[in-house]
């Protein structure tokens, strides 16, 4: 948690200028709110740590999709990263200019790439030869030339959890490193291809430089290859995985990584991609959720909140650890050990284990930190629990830039045929077996 962000006044809780139990009463929990100032602040630091390198950052637009993230990062001159259409929609439709859109991803449907092309993207980034094969088809179509950059194996393992690693020979992502040469040629030969560049992600949430070195040095080498032998690139595309503290982490700073790559670059007359998601807005979010319940099971005390793996799966899926405080820090209260816990029906449903907290009671305020990357953006309806509002801050100003989704809502987008009515089978009652 950025604490020139995050702070307290008197006891409670404050992002930037703004009391977030306000926030909670005026918008209901669970509750998503970003700082504004702290994204661009992560922005500018990564902009000034690689000033005088050819580099260009596309936010990885999975981290935390919502409009009006992506109108802040395109007006600092950020471009996108993105995984699927509907992405590369909401890029443009937040003000970011399609020539400074990747798009990278496993599935590409014909769609997609069509939408591509018409809108001249900066690149696709291939996964397989199959890929290089359908995009030519599809840019032939068109009558247009596509760029493209192949997603290289490096066959590198990063420390992360394996959930998040990509880079390694048994993951599903690029082109194995062995045959990467000869595919390079390949899409180099396509009529309706232009082969600009390189590129590889390692993973997500990596602390440690050397696995980065590692990569980033393969892929020099083989851009290095490819020049020898007639194989002119424009760019070489790193990826993301720029790692953030969520407990006791060091992450690895920026400028290490500036470092880095302007000894690895050399005179290479080479544009670098950076696309980190994660590391520019995971740490602007807080999830507010409130206590419903105390309860022993076991011996273990329990605090059950209103907040669970629908609106943050984070800690089931990855085991991930988030720290937990106090909105409203009750002066000289007994610290006790609790784990809070979900209400969805589920085991698994546990946001922290063994948490040091004042004793808390019912409607008493929790925030949930570093959570505006993957967390929103994988909130679910599951068990028809209402979807979280999401609210920006900007010094004492604050907006609700997505109201909570209830679930009549979502109800009244689904349909029930007139059939099942009609069929023979009892209607309003009964045992389920036909009259």
Same mark, same amino acid.
């Given at each position: 948690?950025?604490?020139?962000?995050?702070?307290?006044?008197?006891?409670?809780?404050?992002?930037?200028?703004?009391?977030?139990?306000?926030?909670?009463?005026?918008?209901?929990?669970?509750?998503?709110?970003?700082?504004?100032?702290?994204?661009?602040?992560?922005?500018?630091?990564?902009?000034?740590?690689?000033?005088?390198? =050819?580099?260009?950052?596309?936010?990885?637009?999975?981290?935390?999709?919502?409009?009006?993230?992506?109108?802040?990062?395109?007006?600092?001159?950020?471009?996108?990263?993105?995984?699927?259409?509907?992405?590369?929609?909401?890029?443009?439709?937040?003000?970011?200019?399609?020539?400074?859109?990747?798009?990278?991803?496993?599935?590409?449907?014909?769609?997609?790439?069509?939408?591509?092309?018409?809108?001249?993207?900066?690149?696709?980034?291939? /996964?397989?030869?199959? /890929?290089?094969?359908?995009?030519?088809?599809?840019?032939?179509?068109?009558?247009?030339?596509?760029?493209?950059?192949?997603?290289?194996?490096?066959?590198?393992?990063?420390?992360?959890?394996?959930?998040?690693?990509?880079?390694?020979?048994?993951?599903?992502?690029?082109?194995?490193?062995?045959?990467?040469?000869?595919?390079?040629?390949?899409?180099?030969?396509?009529?309706?291809?232009?082969?600009?560049?390189?590129?590889?992600?390692?993973?997500?949430?990596?602390?440690?430089?050397?696995?980065?070195?590692?990569?980033?040095?393969?892929?020099?080498?083989?851009?290095?290859?490819?020049?020898?032998?007639?194989?002119?690139?424009?760019?070489?595309?790193?990826?993301?995985?720029?790692?953030?503290?969520?407990?006791? /982490?060091?992450?690895?700073?920026?400028?290490?990584?500036?470092?880095?790559?302007?000894?690895?670059?050399?005179?290479?007359?080479?544009?670098?991609?950076?696309?980190?998601?994660?590391?520019?807005?995971?740490?602007?979010?807080?999830?507010?959720?409130?206590?419903?319940?105390?309860?022993?099971?076991?011996?273990?005390?329990?605090?059950?909140?209103?907040?669970?793996?629908?609106?943050?799966?984070?800690?089931?899926?990855?085991?991930?650890?988030?720290?937990?405080?106090?909105?409203?820090?009750?002066?000289?209260?007994?610290?006790?050990?609790?784990?809070?816990?979900? =209400?969805?029906?589920?085991?698994?449903?546990?946001?922290?284990?063994?948490?040091?907290?004042?004793?808390?009671?019912?409607?008493?305020?929790?925030?949930?930190?570093?959570?505006?990357?993957?967390?929103?953006?994988?909130?679910?309806?599951?068990?028809?629990?209402?979807?979280?509002?999401?609210?920006?801050?900007?010094?004492?100003?604050?907006?609700?830039?997505?109201?909570?989704?209830?679930?009549?809502?979502?109800?009244?987008?689904?349909?029930?045929?007139?059939?099942?009515?009609?069929?023979?089978?009892?209607?309003?009652?009964?045992?389920?077996?036909?009259?």
């Amino acid at each position: 948690m950025i604490a020139e962000t995050f702070h307290r006044q008197a006891g409670r809780l404050f992002c930037e200028g703004v009391d977030l139990a306000a926030l909670a009463e005026r918008y209901g929990t669970p509750l998503y709110v970003y700082s504004a100032s702290a994204i661009r602040r992560r922005v500018r630091r990564f902009h000034a740590a690689f000033a005088g390198l =050819p580099v260009r950052f596309c936010y990885a637009v999975k981290a935390n999709p919502h409009l009006a993230v992506l109108r802040l990062l395109a007006r600092e001159g950020v471009g996108a990263d993105t995984v699927s259409g509907g992405e590369i929609r909401r890029a443009v439709q937040a003000g970011i200019a399609p020539e400074r859109i990747v798009f990278a991803g496993v599935a590409k449907s014909d769609e997609e790439i069509r939408l591509g092309l018409e809108l001249g993207i900066l690149q696709f980034n291939v /996964e397989s030869r199959e /890929e290089l094969a359908r995009i030519d088809l599809i840019a032939g179509r068109l009558g247009r030339r596509a760029p493209v950059a192949l997603r290289i194996n490096p066959d590198v393992a990063a420390a992360t959890h394996d959930k998040i690693a990509t880079g390694r020979r048994r993951d599903k992502f690029g082109i194995p490193w062995e045959k990467a040469p000869e595919a390079c040629r390949e899409a180099n030969g396509r009529p309706h291809l232009q082969l600009v560049g390189l590129h590889l992600h390692i993973g997500s949430q990596i602390t440690d430089l050397a696995p980065f070195e590692q990569a980033y040095g393969r892929l020099f080498h083989l851009a290095d290859q490819l020049q020898a032998e007639g194989i002119h690139l424009k760019r070489l595309d790193l990826g993301g995985g720029f790692g953030v503290r969520y407990r006791d /982490e060091e992450p690895v700073a920026p400028e290490r990584v500036a470092a880095l790559i302007a000894r690895l670059l050399g005179q290479r007359e080479l544009e670098l991609i950076f696309e980190p998601g994660r590391a520019f807005v995971a740490e602007a979010g807080v999830l507010l959720t409130r206590v419903l319940y105390r309860k022993e099971s076991a011996g273990q005390k329990l605090l059950v909140v209103d907040a669970g793996m629908d609106a943050l799966l984070r800690p089931v899926l990855y085991d991930a650890w988030h720290e937990i405080l106090p909105v409203v820090a009750p002066p000289h209260a007994p610290q006790e050990t609790v784990d809070v816990v979900g =209400p969805i029906c589920e085991s698994g449903d546990v946001l922290g284990r063994g948490r040091r907290l004042p004793r808390l009671g019912r409607d008493d305020l929790l925030a949930i930190a570093t959570v505006g990357a993957y967390g929103a953006a994988m909130a679910s309806g599951y068990n028809s629990r209402p979807r979280p509002a999401e609210v920006l801050v900007a010094g004492d100003r604050a907006d609700c830039i997505t109201p909570r989704l209830e679930p009549e809502e979502v109800m009244a987008r689904e349909r029930v045929p007139a059939w099942i009515d009609r069929d023979g089978e009892v209607a309003g009652g009964g045992d389920g077996r036909a009259a």
